[in-house]
Structure formats: structure tokens, C-alpha cells
């Protein structure tokens, strides 16, 4: 089989670690390594092979890695050699090999288990130590065993920093230009169950350099953030890990709407919000607000199209023409052209200042709850930072790179009144 992949990743199909970790920068092709390439490699070259790909809950994956495989299999031209299925979620080779797939939402699910040689945990920027060191136990299928990490850094005290990051390295295997580890071997001392074990880690840290397909657009709206946050920077560009201290929103939750029965046009409170975008991406959101909370419903999130274009992506995602559009003002043009097309839109105006008022508001909820298909407005809202000065220090602007869901998130703002908080006291003379 000829699988073209970028070069970096070429240590993951020789090496015999229990563990690979596989972060970096943005647009840097880890994810679709992993799951357009490696996983199907090893189906069709190991019939032994029993792989349970994860994510934090089952229903985010039918939509995101479960895709990334079948997409990886059809580009194979290999669709014949497979069958695969969303119900169950599943892929099988001809071969016997399989792929299933779990949520850490459904721990009861993954505990019975059996035969599992290979864990694939996408966005495991979500996985605690505890969590990680279970699925090590539960390796116990047949041939290689290993446990593939995927993740951008974001959280500097995340336990795969101290882990497999911020140590010395047993090995290294290639280095960045500068000097810095690039490709490493860390051995892993552990007690499980009070027994010590011990076993190798491989970590490749790959940035947009190492993807030789990226889109020369991703590429450039990277290399904005150069001027606009170094520090930030250094997150997005060469992967490093982000300080807790400089994210802006801390009250958001990823939720499964649909298991709590929560639906859009049941909630009195509601509307979308807009920003536009050509080289940056336009997104849409789905925003209703209750109780000093906001929720997240559904984006749209599309690069290169034309307000005629995107027009339509609206309407086949069924964007409600009764329902207002807080839109981004800069654009008067596409405003003007959404609202011949039938659309109840306006565009919000930002006045010297809203940007902060803005995120103060946001900070204010109680929570803001985000529904797990939101892919990209997740990873904006974990990822959102403020600006950094040039002696280090946290000012209250926030980084404008890579923020397109999260400025459709602020003109939503305008659709709401100010959130309430409601003390303890007034809860009790209104017999709450």
C-alpha cells in the first residue's frame, strides 16, 4: 500500500512505544495522519489489529475522527476493502482488523472492553492523568500495544506537559532548527495498581512546517499572529504550551444537547449571531440565553465563499429567516444582501470599546454551555487569549487571530439584555 504522508510522522510506523503523543501547532496534520493514514494502514497490514478510537463523548464522534477514517480509507481508493457503519459506529476490514469507537462519557463502556491493541484519543487535551493511565490497562489485544495522543497544547499545567513535555528526554530523535527537541524518546515510570511499570513514550512535536499539504491561506492567518501576540504565537505557530493565566473564558461547558432534550426553538430567548470572514473563516452560531446562561447550539464555519454561497449554506442548515441576525457592521454589503434574500438581519454597531464590554458580559454568565458538535467554536473558546505586552504581562485586549466563532458569539450579545445575577436573598422573596 502507498500512503503519501509528511515526513515527521514517519517515526510512528517503526517505533514500539506504549505510547505516541502527537502535538504541535495549528494546521500541522496530526489528526488526519493519524486517522486518514496510520489507523488504516495498520488495518490492512495487521488483521490482528483491534483499535477503539476516543474522544470526551461518543455522540462528537460519528462527525469528526470516525469521518477522518473513512475519508482517509476512500482517498485510499480502498472503500471495497471496508465496511463501515453508523450503527453501530464502527469500520471492519475484510481482514477481521476493526475499528470502534467510545466516549469517556460512557465510562462503563470502555471498562468492559476486551482486545483493544490500539487507543486513539483525539482533542486529548480534554484527558486527565487518571483517565490516561486507565486506558493503559485496558491494552490487552494481541501484537503492538500502544496509546496515540493527539492535541494542541493550551493548558500549560495539563499532565501531558510535566509528562511527556517539559522533562529531559531519554533520546532525541530530530531537533528543530533552533536547537529545540522536535522528536523524542521519554521512558515513563509509573505505579499502577501499587505495581511499578515502566515503558517508553514517543512525542513529536510538528508544526505547519511538517504539512506539506497545508492551504497557503491557513498558513498566512498563522503567520498574523506574529505581529498581532508573540506569545500567542509561539502557541498557534510552534506549538508550545499556553499559560492558564491568559484565557478568557473559563465558564464554558461542552454539552450533548440532545441527551439533556435541550433544542433550539424552545427557548424563548434566541437568535443567531454573525461575522464575516473570506480568507478567515464566516461563522454563523445558534445562541439562546436562560437563567444567566447562554447556550451554543450549531455553527456554521466555512473559509472562501461569497455572501451568494454562503447564502445558501444557510439556508440548506436551515438558518430561520423569522429569527434575528446579529451580524458584524464592517460588512454592510453582505448585510444588505442576506436581508433582500428574506433574512430578519442587522448589522451591530462597536462603538469605541464594545470589544471588552463584549467579553465582559461573556465572563459574567453563569456558564456558557457549548453543544459537542460545535467543533470550532470549542476549540476558538478553549484557545481565546488575551494579548501579552512586551514585559509579559496579560493586557485586556484579546488576540484577534482565529476568533471568527467567538466574534459571532459577541455580536449575539446584542440579542440579550444584560445577564442577572440573582443573590441568595432575592431567590428566597420570590420563593425560589
Same mark, same amino acid.
Given at each position: 500500500? *502507498?500512503?503519501? !504522508?509528511?515526513?515527521?510522522?514517519? +517515526? ?19 489528526? +488526519? ?24 463523548? !461518543? ?12 475519508? %482517509? @480509507?476512500? /482517498? ?20 477481521? /482488523? ?7 462519557? *460512557? ?36 501484537? +503492538? ?6 492535541? *494542541? ?6 499532565? #501531558? ?23 523524542? &524518546? ?5 505505579? &499502577? ?7 517508553? =513514550? ?17 498558513? =498566512? ?6 505581529? /498581532? ?6 502557541? +498557534?505557530?510552534? %506549538? ?12 464554558? $461547558? ?44 450549531? $455553527?456554521?464555519?466555512?473559509? $472562501? ?20 441576525? /446579529? ?11 442576506? =436581508? ?27 456558564? @456558557? !454551555?457549548?453543544?459537542? %458538535?460545535?467543533?470550532? #467554536? ?7 487569549? !488575551? ?46
Amino acid at each position: 500500500m *502507498n500512503v503519501e !504522508y509528511n515526513p515527521v510522522y514517519s +517515526y510512528c510506523f517503526t517505533s514500539k512505544a506504549r505510547t505516541l503523543v502527537l502535538y504541535g501547532g495549528r494546521d500541522s496534520g496530526k489528526s +488526519y495522519f493519524v486517522g486518514a493514514q496510520y489507523i488504516p494502514y495498520f488495518l490492512l497490514t495487521d488483521p490482528k489489529t483491534r483499535c477503539c478510537v476516543l474522544r470526551q463523548t !461518543y455522540a462528537s464522534c460519528k462527525d469528526s475522527v470516525y469521518q477522518e477514517i473513512v475519508d %482517509g @480509507i476512500e /482517498a485510499l481508493g480502498l472503500s471495497h476493502r471496508f465496511n463501515c457503519t453508523v450503527s453501530p459506529l464502527e469500520i471492519v476490514c475484510d481482514n477481521g /482488523a476493526k475499528v470502534i469507537f467510545r466516549g469517556l462519557d *460512557n465510562p462503563a463502556k470502555i471498562k468492559s472492553l476486551k482486545g483493544i491493541n490500539l487507543f486513539w484519543f483525539e482533542e486529548a487535551e480534554t484527558l486527565n492523568e487518571r483517565e490516561y493511565f486507565d486506558l493503559l490497562i485496558l491494552l490487552r489485544g494481541a501484537g +503492538y500495544q500502544r496509546i496515540i495522543l493527539t492535541y *494542541n497544547p493550551i493548558d500549560e499545567e495539563h499532565f #501531558t506537559n510535566a509528562m511527556f513535555v517539559d522533562i529531559r528526554p531519554d533520546q532525541v530523535l530530530q531537533t528543530f532548527d533552533d536547537g529545540d527537541k522536535k522528536v523524542w &524518546i521519554k521512558k515513563i515510570r509509573h505505579k &499502577i495498581n501499587n505495581i511499578e511499570v515502566e515503558f517508553e =513514550a514517543l512525542v513529536i512535536c510538528s508544526t505547519y512546517d511538517d504539512n506539506y499539504f497545508i492551504d497557503p491561506i491557513r498558513k =498566512a492567518v498563522i503567520e498574523e499572529l506574529k505581529n /498581532a501576540d508573540p506569545f500567542l504565537y509561539e502557541v +498557534y505557530r510552534k %506549538g508550545k504550551y499556553a499559560a492558564r493565566g491568559g484565557r478568557i473564558l473559563t465558564n464554558i $461547558e461542552e454539552v450533548d444537547f440532545k441527551a439533556r432534550g435541550w433544542e433550539f426553538n424552545n427557548f424563548d430567548h434566541k437568535g443567531y449571531g454573525q461575522d464575516w470572514g473570506y480568507n478567515h473563516a464566516s461563522a454563523t452560531l445558534w445562541v439562546a440565553e436562560k437563567d444567566s446562561c447562554l447556550y451554543i447550539f450549531d $455553527e456554521i464555519y466555512e473559509y $472562501e465563499k461569497d455572501t451568494d454561497e454562503y447564502e445558501e449554506i444557510m439556508r440548506q442548515r436551515g438558518v430561520d429567516k423569522r429569527i434575528t441576525i /446579529a451580524s458584524e457592521s464592517a460588512e454592510p454589503d453582505r448585510v444588505k444582501m442576506i =436581508a433582500k434574500k428574506g433574512y430578519r438581519i442587522y448589522g451591530v454597531e462597536k462603538p469605541p470599546g464594545s470589544v471588552r464590554a463584549q467579553i465582559d458580559r461573556l465572563k459574567r454568565y453563569d456558564k @456558557i !454551555y457549548i453543544d459537542i %458538535g460545535c467543533k470550532n #467554536t470549542i476549540k476558538e473558546a478553549k484557545a481565546w487569549m !488575551y494579548k501579552m505586552d512586551k514585559n509579559g504581562k496579560y493586557t485586556d485586549e484579546p488576540v484577534t487571530v482565529f476568533d471568527d466563532a467567538m466574534a459571532a458569539l459577541r455580536y449575539s450579545l446584542d440579542l440579550f439584555s444584560e445577564p442577572k445575577k440573582i443573590s441568595v436573598a432575592s431567590k428566597s422573596i420570590w420563593g425560589l
